[in-house]
């Protein structure tokens, strides 16, 4: 897809932009910087040109928006035999989480939650606040949740009815092994919720592979739209099973889904302009090749980002198996001279936003490879960082001792 002819501002831009001329993708039109973020993150340009009409949200043809959204969501699951539906919720990816939590857990639920980071913290707080029993496993920043050890709380525990899991959490960068979590959760008789935010899009979940009863993700992660709502991929049965249980009237998952199944509209003032832009997104991600196309491009940005950082001397937390395609957790140099701040100025001022490390043990920053790039900004990436690494005099990215004794607790 190459959109600059109709777009003279972008290529007005784009011409200033020099570390990315081989790049298969428009750079920010407005020369803002990449955004390495989980979301927001960097959108296609024909993405934010569909925000520039005004819809209104009573209208059919706004209607019809709604209810192709709906429609192309599901299609990314493969749900042949029609037993799920999609429910857009306003709000960011929590106030789905949120609604889900509410609405698919009965009042006198209990749950279990698989924690390893923020994500996983965050789920067990909103059922504190929903008054939803639960017992978290709680592997600490990064160790994975493991299938055997799901089956042997579940086993201790028959009063669970469900498990909560984290697809990629985003807090680290790995990839939870949400596949043999389904099978031991399934082979007990209890039943899945997935947070599948920072993966849905990009790793495939398709009913036929994978058993869970519902997965929450929003229009800013893999999709690569702007932010403004989540959506829930629910088995109807379960929506039909949660009327009168959510604590919250706007975060009602059944009530959106019974009035938006009635009237195809969205219950209190839909994200209008998010939602043009969303289809747009939805577009350019069925052109590209849908979810295993996106799930390559991201891999494949992964893939450079990191073999160039470990030239420079950094080192990632995680072992190459448990890479996810959608961010990864670098350490800090060891180097004195190195301080976070400065790099991630650094790094801004050579057109890269960077994030922070949300390890607890040892000093961290992470880079996202989603969003719309490809591998020519991932090198433009590598290059940044290593003359930022030079401007700081430092010589190497190399981690210090604690850094490599924590990462092997992960082997062990
Ligand atoms: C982004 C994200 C969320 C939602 O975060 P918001 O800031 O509320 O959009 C939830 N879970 C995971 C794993 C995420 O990556």
Redesign the pocket.
């Known amino acids: 897809m190459h959109l600059s002819a109709s777009m003279p501002l972008q290529e007005a831009y784009s011409m200033q932009s020099l570390q990315n001329e081989s790049s298969s993708f428009e750079a920010p039109a407005l020369g803002e910087p990449y955004l390495l973020t989980?979301?927001p993150l960097t959108t296609a340009y024909s993405v934010k040109q569909a925000m520039l009409r005004d819809w209104g949200s009573w209208d059919g043809d706004f209607r019809a928006m709604t209810a192709q959204l709906r429609r192309h969501l599901l299609s990314l699951i493969a749900d042949t035999k029609g037993e799920f539906d999609c429910v857009p919720m306003q709000g960011?990816?929590?106030?789905a989480?949120e609604s889900m939590l509410g609405s698919l857990i009965p009042k006198d639920g209990k749950v279990l939650v698989l924690a390893n980071g923020a994500?996983g913290q965050?789920t067990a707080q909103t059922l504190r606040y929903l008054g939803r029993d639960h017992v978290v496993i709680d592997k600490g920043d990064y160790m994975p949740p493991r299938g055997v050890e799901v089956a042997a709380a579940l086993d201790a525990d028959p009063t669970i009815t469900h498990v909560v899991a984290?697809h990629?959490?985003?807090s680290s960068g790995i990839l939870n092994p949400v596949a043999e979590i389904s099978e031991a959760v399934y082979a007990r008789g209890r039943k899945l919720l997935i947070?599948s935010?920072?993966a849905f899009g990009a790793v495939p979940m398709e009913v036929a592979d994978i058993r869970y009863e519902a997965l929450v993700s929003?229009a800013n992660?893999c999709i690569e739209g702007v932010p403004g709502f989540g959506f829930i991929l629910a088995r109807k049965s379960e929506l039909a099973a949660a009327e009168g249980r959510s604590h919250s009237l706007s975060l009602d998952l059944h009530a959106q889904w019974a009035h938006m199944n009635k009237t195809g509209q969205w219950r209190f003032t839909p994200p209008t302009h998010t939602i043009a832009a969303f289809l747009e997104a939805l577009r350019l991600h069925e052109l590209e090749g849908g979810v295993a196309a996106r799930g390559a491009r991201y891999a494949r940005n992964r893939d450079v980002m990191v073999s160039g950082m470990r030239n420079l001397g950094f080192e990632t937390l995680l072992k190459d198996g448990w890479l996810s395609p959608i961010i990864v957790t670098f350490f800090s140099p060891a180097h004195p001279n190195f301080a976070f701040d400065q790099f991630y100025d650094l790094m801004k001022t050579k057109g890269f936003i960077i994030y922070p490390g949300k390890l607890t043990v040892v000093d961290s920053f992470r880079i996202g490879c989603i969003g719309r790039m490809d591998e020519a900004v991932m090198r433009a990436v590598v290059q940044a960082a290593g003359e930022s690494l030079a401007e700081m005099g430092v010589d190497s990215g190399a981690p210090p001792e604690a850094a490599i004794a924590e990462r092997a607790k992960l082997a062990a």
């Open positions: 989980p979301g960011s990816g929590s106030f989480v994500y965050r984290i990629c959490e985003t947070d935010m920072s929003s992660k």
